[in-house]
Nanobody
């Protein structure tokens, strides 16, 4: 399974960005819906942290306290894509954002996309 993130960039404080993560390489058609999809981020000199999760089969979503009410994770199972809509961005949201797919013992990561929020 390969994950490719896109949509990062430079934005002013208070602005918005939408990240996309396109997944490919599944053995069976329709397998994507069985994966728990998450977005993580890692700021400079900081540990990687979980930002948002979409459960398999799209049942539930969860968010870090720091992004609740500002970020929204969604998934398009027909097109094997997960999104992260980020609104009201703050300088502290600056980080490399990574897409992650998990199912049983499988654990896949994308290469990351840089988000920089200027004050």
């Amino acid at each position: 399974v390969q994950l490719v993130e896109s949509g990062g960039g430079l934005v002013q404080s208070g602005g918005s960005l939408r990240l996309s993560c396109a997944a490919s390489g599944f053995t069976f058609r329709g397998s994507f819906r069985g994966y728990v999809m998450s977005w993580y981020r890692q700021g400079l000199g900081k540990e990687r942290e979980l930002v948002a999760t979409s459960s398999n089969f799209g049942g539930t979503t969860n968010y870090a306290d720091s992004v609740k009410g500002r970020f929204t994770i969604s998934r398009d199972n027909a097109n094997n894509t997960v999104y992260l809509q980020m609104n009201s961005l703050k300088p502290e949201d600056t980080a490399v954002y990574y897409c992650n797919a998990k199912r049983y013992s499988e654990d896949y990561w994308g290469q990351g996309t840089q988000v920089t929020v200027s004050s």
